[in-house]
């Protein structure tokens, strides 16, 4: 497995392992104690963003889309769903890898379009728009 392929399987199995199972203890070992946030929408460090899931429902799912991975950075396309929010979010996470843990992360995060709402027609994430 080439360094961009791990570092590509990193981000994944972080995501899966803080947003869908919720696991912390082992979501701790994917994110260096001394991670940057530079999100908006998340307190600063590990614990800013850990402490956001922990507040988030039950709910809360993330699924990915397109990864592309360089050198020491990884960019994922993906749905963040049942945040409570009116609409998923779609987001594209840009992740910078160091020593074999996250450590710096920004993010564009934008509500997704229906049907209805889509002026091009298109979805946003995946092959079809949302329920």
């Known amino acids: 497995m080439t360094g961009a392929e791990a570092n590509k399987a990193l981000v994944l199995e972080a995501f899966d392992t803080l947003f869908n199972r919720r696991d912390y203890a082992a979501a701790a070992r994917f994110w260096s104690p001394r991670y940057i946030q530079h999100s908006a929408h998340i307190a600063p460090g590990r614990d800013g963003l850990f402490e956001l899931i922990r507040a988030a429902p039950a709910g809360l799912r993330y699924e990915h889309g397109l990864i592309l991975a360089g050198d ?32 710096e992360h920004w993010d564009v995060l934008q509500d997704e379009a229906t049907r209805a709402t889509s002026v091009s027609g298109l979805p946003m994430f995946g092959a079809a728009f949302p329920d």
């Open 72 to 103: 020491d950075h990884v960019m994922v396309h993906g749905r963040f769903s049942g945040s409570g929010r009116p609409a998923a979010w779609i987001a594209v996470d840009i992740l910078r890898i160091e020593d074999g843990v996250l450590a």
